[in-house]
């Protein structure tokens, strides 16, 4: 049986499903234990299946790495032995369907507690670093709605087992059929967690008022944890949006003191008001240039290897070849009218169309040859020859490319003499193709 990665996208998956069964025994025991059901039909069935998923859960993480010190262990003795002596006690104690258990006198009421163990799951994997990572919940990440999202479904479920322990302590009217029961306990589960205690349900035992009391002490610290969270998360939603903000009223007071024209304004922020909406204000270059050289490598291959391909005097070139010119790349703007070179320049750049599209005019400058748009590239020429531009390239609405500079890929390919070779017999090739012309 192989090893699983911890980024592997089906265990991945797999844990949020056995997150969710947890999620429901963690509802459904404390139901059972409250308000016993026959487990008969579907019940009967799902409390199988869930033991049975349980048992495949503990067999995967027997051949799932984790990580120690930010390197992933795939080893399997060392992947056992850190299961064995963290979750694997707790993970086998929950495979049982003990509410069957029970229910057939297989074994004594007595043991109804260990029901408890199905639920612990979701503590442990919520804690887990492996489904921190997967799903995003990073230390760092003061951002993160998934933190804020895990945060309220631990006050609902602990609002649940509270509500649970009010009804197991003779808490409410008995009197009442048994869903009226559980819905005036979670109103006063609710009401006593958030502090506000409307009064309308209150302790009549010593029990009941001990109780009450722990309560609103867990429930002052999770309300006050839960609305800075909140704050927080605002707060900080809009951090980037201030400082753009802020370098656009510099940009104005620049333009103010310059005298710049009215209508050169109004393109100068309509092209930040693009950067904003498109790229939320990030300089990508900057950003691929503080990670270290293998994430950059897998971030650019992401990000422009389909482009990169599509270019025929590339199709003979090496992964590694290629992989060094999508480094390369540079990112560029063009609003919409610009021309990105005209009919009669002296070619130096291969263009790649990230997004937008661009057309292809005469040299009058008003024909139309074909319109390119997003995935296409053009004057790959200019890597061959200093040669005239043959026709002019105009944006037709803003466009994002990528341009890879001639002198950047002869630099490149000069280690590779292989292709080096390919190149200059392609370039004779176009200049007999010119001569015989």
């Not at 612990?120 to 990572?133: E, P």
């Not at 704050?231 to 005298?259: E, G, P």
């Not at 139309?368 to 997003?374: M, P, T």
Request: net charge neutral; with cysteine; hydrophobic share 45%.
């Amino acid at each position: 049986m192989k090893v699983f990665s911890v980024e592997n996208t089906f265990k991945r998956y797999w844990d949020l499903f056995i997150f969710l069964l947890a999620t429901y025994c963690s509802i459904d025991i404390t139901f059972w234990i409250l308000f016993p059901y026959n487990q008969v039909g579907f019940f009967f069935f799902f409390e199988i299946f869930i033991s049975v998923a349980f048992f495949v859960d503990l067999l995967l993480n027997f051949r799932t790495s984790y990580y120690k010190n930010e390197i992933q262990v795939t080893e399997p003795i060392q992947i056992a032995k850190k299961y064995l002596g963290s979750w694997f006690l707790l993970d086998l104690l929950s495979i049982p369907p003990l509410e069957l258990f029970v229910e057939y006198e297989i074994v004594p009421h007595d043991f109804v507690f260990l029901c408890v163990f199905r639920f612990l799951r979701i503590i442990k994997l919520t804690n887990s670093i492996r489904f921190k990572r997967t799903w995003g919940m990073h230390e760092f990440d003061s951002t993160s709605f998934m933190r804020l999202g895990f945060l309220i479904y631990w006050i609902s479920i602990f609002a649940h087992w509270t509500a649970c322990g009010w009804i197991t302590i003779g808490g409410g009217n008995p009197d009442v059929d048994n869903t009226t029961r559980y819905i005036r306990a979670i109103y006063w589960s609710v009401t006593t967690l958030t502090t506000i205690g409307y009064g309308d349900i209150t302790p009549v035992t010593n029990l009941q008022t001990v109780y009450t009391m722990c309560i609103m002490l867990v429930g002052a610290g999770a309300y006050g944890y839960l609305v800075a969270n909140i704050a927080s998360i605002l707060a900080n939603s809009d951090i980037v949006r201030a400082q753009f903000v802020d370098k656009i009223q510099k940009i104005n007071t620049f333009m103010k003191y310059k005298k710049i024209p009215y209508e050169m304004q109004k393109s100068i922020l309509d092209y930040y008001d693009y950067i904003w909406k498109n790229r939320k204000g990030y300089d990508e270059r900057q950003i691929l240039h503080e990670l270290p050289p293998s994430l950059r490598m897998k971030v650019s291959l992401y990000l422009n290897s389909d482009l990169v391909r599509k270019v025929p005097i590339l199709k003979n070139a090496s992964e590694d070849l290629i992989s060094k010119i999508i480094l390369n790349l540079v990112p560029v703007v063009y609003m919409k009218g610009d021309f990105i070179f005209r009919y009669g320049d002296t070619g130096h750049h291969l263009y790649f169309i990230s997004k937008g599209s661009v057309e292809i005019l005469a040299e009058d400058g008003t024909t139309s040859y074909g319109v390119l748009s997003e995935g296409n590239f053009f004057g790959e020429i200019a890597l061959l020859m200093e040669t005239p531009r043959t026709a002019s390239i105009k944006a037709l609405d803003y466009c994002d490319l990528y341009y890879l500079d001639k002198d950047t890929f002869k630099s490149i390919i000069h280690h590779y003499p292989d292709f080096a070779a390919y190149v200059d017999k392609l370039i004779k090739e176009r200049e007999h193709l010119d001569k015989s012309r």
